[in-house]
């Protein structure tokens, strides 16, 4: 199976969810999926140190995750083809920008019947203290993510616990780390 993962930080950037991205796509080709990466191309200031002698390389980046970064993944999920298009969800990530938080959306409008599965995983719902008077609209469109993404996933017991008071699938139990007897892997 093909999987388009998109991230707005990966390795040589420095941050939590990039290098879980790397970790996830390199145990997911040790499976025998096939991985391609979508991320942030990183401005020179932004890269402190070298890539990880195991960190992949991305195949497809782009400048910002704005409106514009919606054509470049178009044109990714058409030239990659993946079954699954996995996102790894972080506000700060993605530039606080909600271009993200609509992307489901636009890509059910945009490719219809033809898209891949979408799944999110959220690592951290907690909101950054910027424009404080946006918290409700914020909410909103992550709230928003959640529900037109085919799955969510929580990296941790209190993002679970907000997706599922959103209503969410049964998916979200499994994926946040619980088996199926409740009791932590």
Request: glycine share 6%; hydrophobic share 50%.
């Amino acid at each position: 199976m093909t999987i388009l993962l998109l991230t707005g930080e990966f390795p040589p950037q420095q941050g939590g969810v990039g290098d879980y991205s790397n970790l996830l796509a390199q145990a997911l080709i040790a499976q025998g999926q096939r991985v391609e990466i979508m991320t942030t191309r990183p401005a020179a200031a932004d890269v402190q140190a070298p890539a990880a002698a195991d960190a992949l390389r991305p195949a497809v980046t782009v400048a910002r995750w704005d409106w514009s970064a919606w054509s470049a993944v178009v044109a990714a999920i058409r030239q990659i083809q993946p079954a699954v298009v996995l996102i790894q969800y972080q506000t700060a990530a993605f530039g606080l920008h909600p271009a993200v938080n609509l992307l489901p959306g636009w890509l059910r409008l945009r490719l219809g019947r033809r898209r891949p599965r979408l799944i999110t995983t959220f690592h951290d719902l907690k909101f950054p203290y910027l424009f404080p008077k946006a918290g409700p609209l914020r909410l909103a469109a992550v709230r928003l993510l959640a529900q037109q993404s085919d799955a969510a996933i929580a990296t941790n017991v209190e993002d679970w616990q907000a997706l599922q008071r959103w209503g969410l699938p049964p998916f979200a139990d499994r994926a946040a780390g619980r088996s199926p007897a409740g009791r932590p892997p």
